[in-house]
Every structure is written in C-alpha cells, then in structure tokens.
C-alpha cells in the first residue's frame, strides 16, 4: 500500500509541472502581444507570428491528408460507394458543424477572410 504522503507529493509536482507550464504560455503570449504592439504594422506582424507558430505545427499535414484520402480512394473502384456514402453522412450534418469543420481547415491552411 502506497503512504498518503507519497500520492500527496506526487500530486504536487503534477500540479507544479502544469502551473509552469501554463507559466511560460503566459510568457510567451505576453511577449506576442509586446511584438504587436511594437509593431507599425500590426496586421502584417501578426500574420509573420502565425507563420512562425505554423512551422512545428501539424494541423496542415492532417488536413492534406484528410482532404486526399478520398480524391485518392476514388481511384479504387471498391472504394467508391464508401467515399459516395461518406460524402452523403457529411452533406446531412448540421450546418454548424460545417461550419466549425470549414473554420477548421481554413486556419490550418492560414485562410483569412478578407474585410
């Protein structure tokens, strides 16, 4: 049987570990915000600070392969009614939801709209 003292220790380094690192975030995003405001152009530094968050992310190479995944299946005459009734599932989810989906891909791929 595991002492309270120990769960209670590790309990606290846990919530240490998350406490700092909702530190940093808070460093960092401190710092993007100093950026901007420093910036004479603040729509162009904003979008420079995107770029540069989208270089380790993921969320464009997810969605390539998401949207190819179909356009190469189609090529498989067996795979075909499953990408029809795919196709068929989505068109029949609430528009909300696609919506969030567009919205989704949209700020993977850095798709802005235009004012």
Known sequence: MI???IIGSLIDGVVGLFKKKEERKLEKTKGIIDR?????N?????EKIQAEGSKSSWKDEFWTVILAVPL??????????????????LDKMPDY?????????????AVRLKK
Do not use: H, N
Request: charge should be negative.
């Open 36 to 40: 901007i405001e420093r910036s004479d």
């Open 72 to 89: 190469v299946l189609c090529f498989f005459p067996d795979t075909v009614v499953y990408i029809e009734r795919g196709f068929e599932a």
């Open 97 to 109: 939801y696609k919506a969030w989906l567009a919205l989704a891909i949209s700020a993977a791929f």
């Open 42 to 46: 603040k729509v162009a530094e904003w």
């Open 3 to 5: 002492p309270i003292p």
